[in-house]
């Protein structure tokens, strides 16, 4: 991702003004972005495979979500498509 190996992206730094009228630069790590897209790519791996749109966060639409998968395949799919020491996770499980 962003042409660059994980050892050549650990030092670089992407700058962002928050703010218009107060500026705030962020400085994050390029391994942040690199992560983020990771995570992204196996949600969407983990989509595909479930047959099912897995969305991120911990919303609602996360719990619906949670709950058809674990309608559909069970309580192990969970364990490969989430986070298990999430508050989340123990709202879907409750309700199904």
Same mark, same amino acid.
């Given at each position: 991702?962003?042409? #660059?190996?994980?050892?050549? #992206?650990?030092?670089?730094?992407?700058?962002?003004?928050?703010?218009?009228?107060?500026?705030?630069?962020?400085?994050?790590? =390029?391994?942040?972005?690199?992560?983020?897209?990771?995570?992204?790519?196996?949600?969407?791996?983990?989509?595909? =495979?479930?047959?099912?749109?897995?969305?991120?966060?911990?919303?609602?639409?996360?719990?619906?979500?949670?709950? #058809?998968?674990? =309608?559909?395949?069970?309580?192990?799919?969970?364990? =490969?498509?989430?986070?298990?020491?999430?508050?989340?996770?123990?709202?879907?499980?409750?309700?199904?």
């Amino acid at each position: 991702m962003c042409g #660059a190996d994980d050892d050549e #992206a650990t030092g670089l730094f992407f700058e962002a003004l928050l703010h218009v009228r107060h500026p705030v630069v962020v400085a994050l790590d =390029q391994q942040t972005f690199v992560q983020l897209g990771r995570f992204l790519e196996r949600l969407e791996q983990l989509s595909t =495979q479930f047959d099912m749109t897995l969305p991120k966060g911990a919303s609602h639409t996360v719990v619906l979500a949670g709950q #058809a998968l674990v =309608q559909q395949f069970g309580s192990d799919a969970l364990r =490969q498509a989430a986070k298990l020491h999430f508050k989340t996770t123990t709202e879907v499980l409750a309700s199904t």
